[in-house]
């Protein structure tokens, strides 16, 4: 416990120091009307795009698919059949918005990108066409997208579920202690796979009731969660607990395990985590995970309280003991 306090005490300085009001999310009534009688109708044209669109002139992509098409010519050309030619943009180049335009006779998109390419080169593109082939330069955005991606879910389901078989065979065969069965006298490794799981139910449910926040969250990511609406406060304190927990548990089985033991103990709260994400997330989608989320709380509360709680002490030795009788240490009767 004393470990855990102390990094969060180091903690508290460091995201209290980040925290500064933002009016990236949301604004006083008062200040609204009055930036409302002083902007232009193009800037309040910008400022409706980017409050639904979330993002705007001078936002910067890349490109994460094969190539990109842009349209060198205006967009009025193409929509009137008139002689146009295109250029590509490959693969990992970044992109920043120079332009959009609403064009409402367009019947494909009626909304039109124009692209500044760190060549030098111009370019429109339809946003359909745009979006999913591209990521904000931001490595958090990109480390989001990359998770979203269901290749990579699929990839790392079973991964996931291989590592977990073998570690957790290991750990059967060897009679060593694991999360939930043959647990170490800490509440933390508990404590952890509850965190992740109930992240992940988050995680879902923010995307599922609220997702324009979430896609405004993409496009301006931040660890800070001072800065965000309270769901999202909620996900990324969630995130910061998960990192201090992680700390807590490595010291805590460091301190009751010998190295080999306490490697294959880890592994097995690794494999219990990266689970706990993968069925809580898919789940919640479909309305599961809520109810499910309750039962994993009384399973692992449950074997905690059966398994981890340590209430009595060898007379002879001085090793915790789950219940009274042979010590498995000394041999010792404890009555």
């Excluded at 910067?60 to 698919?65: K, T």
């Excluded at 979430?214 to 969660?225: L, S």
């Excluded at 010998?258 to 809580?280: H, T």
Aim: proline share 5%; glycine share 4%.
């Amino acid at each position: 416990m004393y470990y855990l306090l102390r990094v969060i005490i180091l903690a508290i300085p460091i995201l209290v120091a980040s925290c500064y009001r933002d009016t990236t999310y949301s604004e006083t009534e008062g200040d609204h009307e009055a930036l409302v009688r002083n902007y232009t109708k193009e800037q309040m044209d910008s400022i409706s795009f980017y409050s639904s669109h979330h993002y705007t002139d001078g936002y910067n992509f890349l490109v994460r698919a094969d190539s990109i098409s842009l349209l060198r010519q205006q967009p009025e050309e193409l929509v009137n059949q008139m002689m146009i030619d295109t250029f590509a943009v490959m693969k990992g180049h970044q992109v920043v918005v120079g332009d959009i335009r609403i064009i409402p006779q367009d019947t494909i998109d009626s909304v039109w990108v124009q692209l500044a390419t760190d060549e030098g080169q111009w370019g429109w593109v339809h946003e359909t066409e745009l979006l999913p082939r591209v990521v904000p330069v931001d490595p958090i955005s990109q480390f989001i997208m990359f998770f979203s991606d269901s290749h990579i879910i699929i990839s790392l389901i079973i991964i996931a579920i291989i590592c977990f078989a073998y570690v957790a065979r290991t750990i059967y065969r060897s009679n060593a202690p694991m999360v939930f069965l043959r647990d170490i006298p800490s509440f933390y490794p508990t404590l952890l796979c509850l965190i992740v799981a109930s992240a992940a139910t988050l995680y879902a449910s923010v995307q599922m009731f609220e997702p324009q926040t979430w896609r405004h969250f993409y496009y301006h990511p931040t660890v800070n969660p001072f800065k965000l609406p309270l769901v999202l406060c909620i996900f990324i304190s969630s995130l910061w607990a998960m990192l201090i927990v992680s700390l807590a548990v490595i010291d805590d089985v460091r301190r009751h395990l010998p190295l080999s033991d306490a490697l294959l103990y880890l592994s097995g709260v690794v494999g219990v985590c990266a689970l706990n994400y993968m069925i809580f997330s898919i789940s919640t989608l479909y309305y599961i995970g809520y109810p499910l989320l309750m039962v994993y709380y009384y399973f692992a509360l449950r074997q905690y309280f059966r398994h981890s709680r340590r209430l009595y002490v060898c007379g002879n030795c001085g090793r915790t003991l789950v219940e009274k009788g042979k010590c498995p240490e000394c041999g010792c009767i404890n009555e």
